[in-house]
């Protein structure tokens, strides 16, 4: 027998050198395609696994062993092998088109819905034309029954079917996507999962599922658009007979420190009518909203009462005499060596205030105009280098002060800030200046703080230069806090 004159002699010639060299190229190709992060390197091993195995089989089996086509375990082999062709150009195609999409285009705006639909309707051609070719299936005559079934169906589920609809018309017309902030009537937060029958909100109280035929109906806000910044309004109110110039001064400079608030923008506060005021702040994103109305609201308590305006309509008796004798007596004397009478001197020129967690105490830049005694509670210093990143640099306790440089004029260079409710004694500069400049120890003692707090300012801005650091809770840029 002359094995040169038989088709299948070629057939198994070309299958024995084609496949192992058609398996190295796959292999190399693979592996650069690794090596560069390209999303395709997956699809390249089902080739090389896969298809190219199973086709060099189906090639020894029909032509080179001339098994008929028509044999069961040929169709079953050209159905695994068709079935893998299919999920190979599906998962190509998402790879190629969708995943790698910029964020900007159609692409990747187009909801997943859409993405499932073309999905199946790929699966259902494939398999009819498997069906139809390998298995010889008439396929014309069960898309005639599938259609009759699916009007059935459709009739006996037309308002089910109907919201599914309206729903796929509302996704079409794509009013906000995944991680967009929706405000609906039922509902206000964050979309994160769209599928057939609903949205999924992420609210402050748990997942709350839309469906969509109700979004369709309905009109709702979307947050996030137009892109930008979001505002923040925060209402509050005081009693009538407060200035309204003071009050709306007094809300502006709480709410410039707030730490969320968006760098390069101011807030503004008016007066409402009636006591109430409206405090706008711009954030990132409505995620800040909670957080800032807050710490908003929380600092104001406490800086309310040391304006003495009267939030809620409230007023403020934590500055008693009992409580100011007491500080002076237990604190102050023993920082600026106080007699009996200096302490008598001062009391009626004294009170105290209170600040909350992470509030600004001192605002570096600023001359200060009274010194404070820390009475209970602990703040930290802090120092702004170039870049505007906030340094700490020491940590004040019970029987410490801040403010000493309203003795001698001059801005403070380094900033405050609250590290836990804290309680203080504050003194006006003019009634102090009657009590230390008769004591010049005293003032040596006091010049000499004043230049190891700097000292340890500057050094810790050398030390720390441009080096990236967490901006500390509360404080922001120089020209910020003013």
Same mark, same amino acid.
């Given at each position: 027998?002359?094995?040169?004159?038989?088709?299948?002699?070629?057939?198994?010639?070309?299958?024995?050198?084609?496949?192992?060299?058609? @398996?190295?190229? $796959?292999?190399? &190709?693979?592996? +650069? /395609?690794?090596?560069?992060?390209?999303?395709? #390197?997956?699809? !390249?091993? %089902?080739?090389?696994?896969? @298809?190219?195995? $199973?086709?060099? &089989?189906?090639? +020894? /089996?029909?032509?080179?062993?001339?098994?008929? #086509?028509?044999? !069961?375990? %040929?169709?079953?082999?050209?159905?695994?092998?068709?079935?893998?062709?299919?999920?190979? /150009?599906?998962?190509?195609?998402?790879?190629?088109?969708?995943?790698?999409?910029?964020?900007?285009?159609?692409?990747?705006?187009?909801?997943?819905?859409?993405?499932?639909?073309?999905?199946?309707?790929?699966?259902?051609?494939?398999?009819?034309?498997?069906?139809?070719?390998?298995?010889?299936?008439?396929?014309?005559?069960?898309?005639?029954?599938?259609?009759?079934?699916?009007?059935?169906?459709?009739?006996?589920?037309?308002?089910?079917?109907?919201?599914?609809?309206?729903?796929?018309?509302?996704?079409?017309?794509?009013?906000?996507?995944?991680?967009?902030?929706?405000?609906?009537?039922?509902?206000?937060?964050?979309?994160?999962?769209?599928?057939?029958?609903?949205?999924?909100?992420?609210?402050?109280?748990?997942?709350?599922?839309?469906?969509?035929?109700?979004?369709?109906?309905?009109?709702?806000?979307?947050?996030?658009?137009?892109?930008?910044?979001?505002?923040?309004?925060?209402?509050?109110?005081?009693?009538?007979?407060?200035?309204?110039?003071?009050?709306?001064?007094?809300?502006?400079?709480?709410?410039?420190?707030?730490?969320?608030?968006?760098?390069?923008?101011?807030?503004?506060?008016?007066?409402?009518?009636?006591?109430?005021?409206?405090?706008?702040?711009?954030?990132?994103?409505?995620?800040?909203?909670?957080?800032?109305?807050?710490?908003?609201?929380?600092?104001?308590?406490?800086?309310?009462?040391?304006?003495?305006?009267?939030?809620?309509?409230?007023?403020?008796?934590?500055?008693?005499?009992?409580?100011?004798?007491?500080?002076?007596?237990?604190?102050?004397?023993?920082?600026?060596?106080?007699?009996?009478?200096?302490?008598?001197?001062?009391?009626?020129?004294?009170?105290?205030?209170?600040?909350?967690?992470?509030?600004?105490?001192?605002?570096?830049?600023?001359?200060?105009?009274?010194?404070?005694?820390?009475?209970?509670?602990?703040?930290?210093?802090?120092?702004?280098?170039?870049?505007?990143?906030?340094?700490?640099?020491?940590?004040?306790?019970?029987?410490?002060?801040?403010?000493?440089?309203?003795?001698?004029?001059?801005?403070?260079?380094?900033?405050?800030?609250?590290?836990?409710?804290?309680?203080?004694?504050?003194?006006?500069?003019?009634?102090?200046?009657?009590?230390?400049?008769?004591?010049?120890?005293?003032?040596?003692?006091?010049?000499?703080?004043?230049?190891?707090?700097?000292?340890?300012?500057?050094?810790?801005?050398?030390?720390?230069?441009?080096?990236?650091?967490?901006?500390?809770?509360?404080?922001?840029?120089?020209?910020?806090?003013?």
């Amino acid at each position: 027998m002359n094995f040169f004159d038989s088709d299948w002699f070629y057939w198994a010639i070309g299958v024995a050198i084609g496949f192992p060299v058609c @398996l190295i190229l $796959l292999t190399e &190709l693979q592996q +650069i /395609l690794n090596r560069r992060g390209n999303r395709l #390197a997956r699809q !390249v091993g %089902v080739i090389r696994n896969w @298809l190219l195995p $199973l086709g060099a &089989l189906l090639l +020894i /089996l029909v032509k080179a062993s001339q098994i008929p #086509a028509g044999e !069961v375990p %040929v169709r079953i082999l050209t159905t695994v092998f068709g079935f893998l062709v299919l999920v190979l /150009l599906l998962s190509g195609l998402n790879a190629t088109v969708f995943e790698g999409a910029p964020e900007d285009s159609w692409r990747k705006r187009l909801p997943t819905i859409f993405l499932d639909v073309g999905r199946f309707a790929l699966i259902g051609l494939g398999l009819a034309v498997i069906l139809s070719v390998i298995w010889g299936v008439r396929v014309g005559g069960v898309f005639t029954a599938l259609g009759i079934t699916s009007v059935v169906i459709g009739l006996m589920l037309q308002n089910s079917v109907g919201q599914i609809v309206s729903g796929l018309f509302m996704l079409f017309e794509q009013p906000f996507r995944i991680n967009d902030w929706l405000d609906t009537q039922t509902a206000r937060g964050r979309v994160i999962e769209v599928n057939w029958r609903a949205v999924h909100i992420q609210t402050g109280g748990g997942l709350r599922i839309m469906p969509n035929s109700m979004l369709a109906t309905t009109a709702f806000t979307n947050l996030s658009r137009p892109a930008g910044p979001h505002k923040c309004s925060i209402n509050t109110t005081f009693a009538t007979s407060d200035p309204p110039d003071k009050v709306c001064e007094m809300l502006t400079l709480v709410a410039g420190a707030l730490p969320l608030m968006m760098p390069g923008t101011s807030p503004t506060s008016v007066a409402l009518g009636a006591g109430e005021y409206r405090t706008t702040v711009r954030v990132h994103s409505p995620a800040d909203e909670g957080a800032t109305q807050s710490t908003f609201v929380r600092w104001v308590w406490y800086a309310a009462r040391r304006w003495e305006l009267h939030l809620d309509g409230e007023d403020d008796d934590f500055s008693t005499p009992e409580r100011v004798m007491k500080a002076l007596r237990t604190v102050v004397a023993s920082e600026l060596r106080l007699t009996l009478a200096d302490q008598q001197f001062l009391a009626p020129y004294a009170r105290i205030l209170r600040y909350g967690t992470d509030e600004i105490v001192q605002y570096a830049g600023t001359v200060p105009t009274a010194m404070a005694f820390i009475v209970a509670g602990s703040v930290q210093l802090t120092v702004t280098d170039g870049d505007g990143a906030v340094l700490p640099f020491a940590t004040l306790t019970e029987g410490s002060f801040i403010g000493i440089t309203a003795l001698t004029r001059q801005p403070n260079l380094a900033g405050a800030y609250a590290l836990e409710e804290v309680t203080a004694l504050e003194i006006e500069r003019e009634h102090l200046e009657k009590i230390v400049m008769d004591k010049p120890m005293l003032l040596q003692d006091l010049g000499r703080l004043i230049d190891e707090r700097q000292n340890k300012a500057r050094v810790t801005r050398r030390e720390r230069g441009k080096a990236t650091t967490a901006v500390a809770p509360g404080l922001r840029k120089p020209d910020t806090l003013g």
